[in-house]
């Protein structure tokens, strides 16, 4: 019995610790992040705006959350945030395809084609970042997703020696979004660690110069 005793406190403790640790990790990736959300007004001459990805419907229509990206990149690339956009998300089947419909949805509005680069590859937020550091070379860029999601994008940034700073889509609760806080406390926390071990992403690739013609990144016909 007394072994049963020391056994359940020890795994209390444990317990114990690891949501401590779980809270303050995901405190210090918002403390040190929240200072570089800013407003568009605040930010000029950024080599790019990085738009990342989110959930496309079966048919192929935007969800509202990465319409309301998309917009926000509008807007800060017709208030010359940036000369360039990169689209970045998860085209990894033939089946789902989130960077052409972003890129299609971005000239629908008027965006030249040769201004938009596609990164196919953009798995994950931490993939996300650091291809647009090793493939498109980005020192100084914009991070346009929601509120929530930039404290981490931008922790991933600043630890991989990028300018980054965030600009957030529409600040408005979206379906779900309490779950999804839920999940982005604990990607916060997985994001940390990554980042002190700082694996490579799922694919890299050959330098794409952020100063040509993002039609390069165009698929192949």
Known sequence: MKILKTTIIVLIIIIAVLIIATISINQYVKNTTKSYIVLP??????????????????????????KDRLDKGIELYENNVAPKIIVSGDHGRNDYDEVNAMKNYLIDKGIPSEDIFMDHAGFSTY?????AKEIFSLSKMVIVTQKYHL??????AKNFKIEAYGVSAEDIKYYGQFSREVREVVARNKEFIKCIIKPKPKYLGEKISI???GNITNDEN
């Open 127 to 131: 993939d996300s970042v650091y291809r």
């Open 41 to 66: 007004e605040d930010l000029k001459e950024m080599e790019a705006i990085l738009i990342l990805g989110c959930r496309v419907m079966p048919n192929g229509e935007l969800s509202y959350m990465l």
């Open 211 to 213: 100063n040509g013609d």
């Open 151 to 156: 404290y981490r994008a931008l922790y991933i």
